[in-house]
Nanobody
Framework: QLQVVESGGGSVQPGGSLRLTCTAS????????AGWFRQAPGKGREGVSC????????HYADSVKGRFIISRDHTKNTVYLQMNSLKPEDTAIYYC?????????????????????WGQGIQVTVSS
C-alpha cells in the first residue's frame, strides 16, 4: 500500500526559501496525482499545488503562484515543493497527498477528498 512521508520543513525568515520533499514507498507513485496541501492554525486545509502522474500538468493556488514550484522525480519516487519568497502567511502544516487521477488536476487540487493517501504533515514557519 502506498505511503508518503514529508521532509524539509522548518523555520525561515520572510523572503527565504525551503524545499519540501515527499517520498513514497510501498507502491508505484507514478500512477498517482501528487499534491501539497497546508493547514494554518484555525483554518481549513487548502490545496497549495498539485502535479499529474507524468509531471506535465501542474496547478498552483493563486496565493503561491510565481513563488512555489512543484516537480517530481520518478527515479526517486519523490515529489518536491520549492518554496521561494516565503511570507508569514505561508506558515502552516504542509501535507503531501496522492490520489488516482479521476478529474482535472486543478479540480483535484481544490478538494482534498480526491486524495486517499496522506503523509503525517510537516511544520513550516515563516517569521522574523
Amino acid at each position: 500500500q502506498l505511503q508518503v512521508v514529508e521532509s524539509g520543513g522548518g523555520s525561515v525568515q520572510p523572503g527565504g526559501s525551503l524545499r519540501l520533499t515527499c517520498t513514497a514507498s510501498g507502491g508505484t507513485f507514478d500512477y498517482y496525482v501528487a499534491g501539497w496541501f497546508r493547514q494554518a492554525p484555525g483554518k481549513g486545509r487548502e490545496g497549495v499545488s498539485c502535479i499529474n502522474n507524468n509531471g506535465e500538468t501542474t496547478h498552483y493556488a493563486d496565493s503561491v503562484k510565481g513563488r512555489f514550484i512543484i516537480s517530481r522525480d520518478h527515479t526517486k519516487n519523490t515529489v518536491y515543493l520549492q518554496m521561494n519568497s516565503l511570507k508569514p502567511e505561508d506558515t502552516a502544516i504542509y501535507y503531501c497527498a496522492a490520489g488516482p487521477q479521476i478529474s482535472l488536476v486543478s479540480d483535484m487540487c481544490g478538494d482534498d477528498q480526491w486524495f486517499g493517501v496522506w503523509g503525517q504533515g510537516i511544520q513550516v514557519t515563516v517569521s522574523s
